[in-house]
């Protein structure tokens, strides 16, 4: 008997996995669990993949659905891990607890590197693991170093080809190659999605929003994110749209809502807020945006790459200044979406969709940038990199990259030696400071 265990915590990762399941890129097995995970900071406030709008579509492909919230109450799934001499007592219990018997397991997970995956991993030792990818970071670097015994299982990365010609990097160091679910197997699973969501309002080809809630991840304040939705809404007016819908993410809190009621209203915009937790493809299909904006949302390359809509990103040079540490595991999304689309402001870039990089430049840029955050996983792509750098480095190019990180790693574009000591020196770092406060009065 083989059970099949496929982990999700977003319904957007568990249409990634119906879509896989419809394409056979998993054998036959006698059993099939979805084991559901609500990782949100606070789950009990915020609904799990299994409780959102369309998840009874997709429920089908599945024989058990079991939480792993429960399994572990009254643990956060994202901070419990089983210790490693509990991890046989555990698998025990969990097989008793899910009526495994004896059964071989195969385990699909995403972020294999981070709890909650890499700890069911742990439990099921001697399991195959598929990991699939329901985003935009499984083309950068695997976050750090994974247990050789966890890592030598996986067998293979699935993943969305949402950006054509650029291959994940993700778990090479194990050898581990990329198989691509179908796009069209895809579409056709979000377009079973496409009537759910009752409450939605009918807004027909509006400039569509979408927030993400970057101060929770303390990338930006509170503050700084409510600009940067109201930049979004002045930005879609300017560009003449005067139907605007705001998507906000489902922790945000709903005063950034209402502000943005206010000055939608100031400039003459009808906008609406969709409160109803649905995925963004879904509004894609019910409502066909004029145009979707966003920072660096998986949505909206799937929004580009899936449904041929009109997209446009704003914020991302902030965060490629703020993300720390270099490391920081956005860096390889916002990179790819800061290259691949135009800024909301560039009025003929947004209109023509012009997109400068090709496969190949996008994939050396991309190969820096994840050397560059994890040298010591992936030393071999060193001389690639270093040509890169050398070729590639230039004013357009060096917003990806530290060069403080150039220097501690001996790059091309590093700091010389003869002037090493500067970014340590105190006096020279605060006249550098007060330069470039005078150079932002002037222009401003």
Same mark, same amino acid.
């Given at each position: 008997?083989?059970?099949?265990?496929?982990?999700?915590?977003?319904?957007?990762?568990?249409?990634?996995?119906?879509?896989?399941?419809?394409?056979?890129?998993?054998?036959?097995?006698?059993?099939?669990?979805?084991?559901?995970?609500?990782?949100?900071?606070?789950?009990?406030?915020?609904?799990?993949?299994?409780?959102?709008?369309?998840?009874?579509?997709?429920?089908?492909?599945?024989?058990?659905?079991?939480?792993?919230?429960?399994?572990?109450?009254?643990?956060?799934?994202?901070?419990?891990?089983?210790?490693?001499?509990?991890?046989?007592?555990?698998?025990?219990?969990?097989?008793?607890?899910?009526?495994?018997?004896?059964?071989?397991?195969?385990?699909?997970?995403?972020?294999?590197?981070?709890?909650?995956?890499?700890?069911?991993?742990?439990?099921?030792?001697?399991?195959?693991?598929?990991?699939?990818?329901?985003?935009?970071?499984?083309?950068?670097?695997?976050?750090?170093?994974?247990?050789?015994?966890?890592?030598?299982?996986?067998?293979?990365?699935?993943?969305?080809?949402?950006?054509?010609?650029?291959?994940?990097?993700?778990?090479?160091?194990?050898?581990?190659?990329?198989?691509?679910?179908?796009?069209?197997?895809?579409?056709?699973?979000?377009? &079973?999605? #496409?009537?759910? !969501?009752?409450? %939605?309002? =009918? +807004?027909?080809? *509006?400039? /569509?929003?979408?927030?993400? @809630?970057?101060?929770?991840?303390?990338?930006?304040?509170?503050?700084?994110?409510?600009?940067?939705?109201?930049?979004?809404?002045?930005?879609?007016?300017?560009?003449?749209?005067?139907?605007?819908?705001?998507?906000?993410?489902?922790?945000?809190?709903?005063?950034?809502?209402?502000?943005?009621?206010? &000055?939608? #209203?100031?400039? !003459?915009?009808? %906008?609406? =807020? +969709?409160?109803? *937790?649905? /995925?963004?493809?879904?509004? @894609?299909?019910?409502?066909?945006?004029?145009?979707?904006?966003?920072?660096?949302?998986?949505?909206?390359?799937?929004?580009?790459?899936?449904?041929?809509?009109?997209?446009?990103?704003?914020?991302?040079?902030?965060?490629?200044?703020?993300?720390?540490?270099?490391?920081?595991?956005?860096?390889?999304?916002?990179?790819?979406?800061?290259?691949?689309?135009?800024?909301?402001?560039?009025?003929?870039?947004?209109?023509?969709?012009?997109?400068?990089?090709?496969?190949?430049?996008?994939?050396?840029?991309?190969?820096?940038?994840?050397?560059?955050?994890?040298?010591?996983?992936?030393?071999?792509?060193?001389?690639?990199?270093?040509?890169?750098?050398?070729?590639?480095?230039?004013?357009?190019?060096?917003?990806?990259?530290?060069?403080?990180?150039?220097?501690?790693?001996?790059?091309?574009?590093?700091?010389?030696?003869?002037?090493?000591?500067?970014?340590?020196?105190?006096?020279?770092?605060?006249?550098?400071?007060?330069?470039?406060?005078?150079?932002?009065?002037?222009?401003?």
């Amino acid at each position: 008997m083989t059970t099949q265990i496929f982990l999700a915590s977003t319904l957007y990762g568990t249409a990634t996995l119906a879509a896989a399941l419809d394409s056979d890129c998993f054998a036959p097995a006698d059993r099939r669990i979805l084991l559901v995970s609500n990782n949100a900071a606070t789950p009990e406030t915020t609904p799990a993949p299994d409780e959102m709008p369309g998840f009874e579509r997709l429920r089908a492909r599945f024989d058990d659905v079991i939480s792993w919230n429960e399994t572990i109450s009254p643990f956060h799934p994202g901070g419990w891990q089983p210790r490693n001499d509990d991890a046989p007592l555990w698998e025990r219990h969990l097989r008793l607890a899910w009526n495994l018997g004896d059964d071989d397991i195969e385990l699909a997970v995403e972020s294999i590197q981070v709890h909650p995956a890499l700890g069911i991993a742990q439990i099921f030792m001697g399991a195959p693991v598929t990991v699939y990818a329901d985003g935009l970071m499984s083309y950068g670097p695997t976050r750090n170093k994974i247990d050789p015994l966890v890592g030598t299982r996986v067998t293979r990365l699935l993943h969305l080809d949402l950006v054509p010609g650029l291959k994940p990097l993700l778990l090479t160091e194990f050898g581990v190659e990329p198989e691509i679910v179908a796009t069209d197997a895809f579409s056709k699973v979000l377009a &079973e999605l #496409e009537d759910t !969501g009752d409450e %939605l309002p =009918v +807004v027909e080809e *509006p400039a /569509l929003l979408l927030g993400q @809630y970057l101060s929770a991840l303390g990338i930006l304040t509170a503050e700084e994110e409510e600009d940067l939705h109201v930049r979004m809404v002045k930005g879609a007016v300017e560009l003449g749209h005067t139907r605007v819908v705001f998507k906000p993410h489902p922790s945000a809190p709903a005063r950034w809502s209402r502000h943005l009621e206010k &000055e939608a #209203e100031k400039l !003459g915009a009808d %906008l609406t =807020v +969709v409160d109803t *937790p649905v /995925l963004a493809e879904v509004l @894609y299909q019910r409502m066909r945006p004029a145009l979707v904006v966003g920072c660096f949302s998986t949505a909206l390359l799937t929004a580009s790459a899936l449904y041929g809509l009109p997209v446009a990103r704003i914020g991302t040079e902030t965060l490629l200044e703020r993300l720390t540490p270099y490391e920081n595991s956005n860096r390889v999304p916002v990179t790819i979406v800061d290259a691949l689309l135009p800024e909301l402001s560039d009025r003929a870039a947004v209109t023509e969709q012009r997109q400068d990089l090709d496969a190949k430049e996008l994939t050396g840029l991309v190969r820096a940038v994840g050397y560059a955050m994890q040298p010591k996983i992936y030393p071999d792509l060193r001389p690639s990199v270093e040509r890169y750098l050398t070729n590639h480095l230039n004013q357009y190019t060096w917003r990806y990259f530290k060069r403080r990180r150039l220097t501690s790693l001996a790059l091309p574009g590093a700091v010389p030696a003869q002037l090493a000591f500067i970014p340590r020196n105190a006096t020279v770092r605060r006249v550098a400071r007060r330069a470039r406060s005078l150079k932002r009065a002037t222009l401003g």
